[in-house]
């Protein structure tokens, strides 16, 4: 059993910058892969970005690549999401969320086990 907890959202100005943590409690095995993800009113839960425990390889979707840099401490079980240049269009509740038997991509949220309950992140023009 994995329980996330989102921190680090709230109202920033267009072209500002964020950084989202999310800290894991429980026993985070060295196979599990943590991402990120994103929900805005009317639309689909969205892929951001992933980090795999083990190897600290990472993905990005194309819209936040070059902006936006997760990472991971497996010291104190966080993942962090530093994300720069926001823009409206980033405004979305962000979900951190692990991955226990990661055997296909990263990038599918059906294949995440565990949820946190997300954060608000609002960027204003």
């Known amino acids: 059993q994995v329980q996330l907890r989102e921190s680090g959202g709230g109202l920033v100005q267009s072209g500002g910058s964020l950084r989202l943590s999310c800290a894991a409690s429980?026993?985070?095995?060295?196979?599990?892969?943590l991402a990120w993800f994103r929900q805005a009113p009317g639309n689909e839960r969205e892929f951001v970005a992933s980090?795999?425990?083990?190897?600290?390889?990472?993905y990005y979707a194309e819209s936040v690549k070059g902006r936006f840099t997760i990472s991971r401490d497996a010291a104190d079980n966080t993942v962090a999401l530093q994300m720069n240049a926001l823009n409206p269009e980033d405004t979305a509740v962000y979900y951190c969320?692990?991955?226990?038997?990661?055997?296909?991509?990263?990038?599918?949220?059906?294949?995440?086990?565990?949820w946190g309950q997300g954060t608000q992140v609002t960027v204003s023009s």
């Open positions: 429980g026993t985070i095995y060295s196979n599990y892969v």
């Open positions: 969320a692990a991955d226990t038997f990661p055997d296909s991509s990263p990038m599918a949220s059906s294949n995440y086990d565990f």
């Open positions: 980090v795999s425990w083990r190897n600290n390889k990472k």
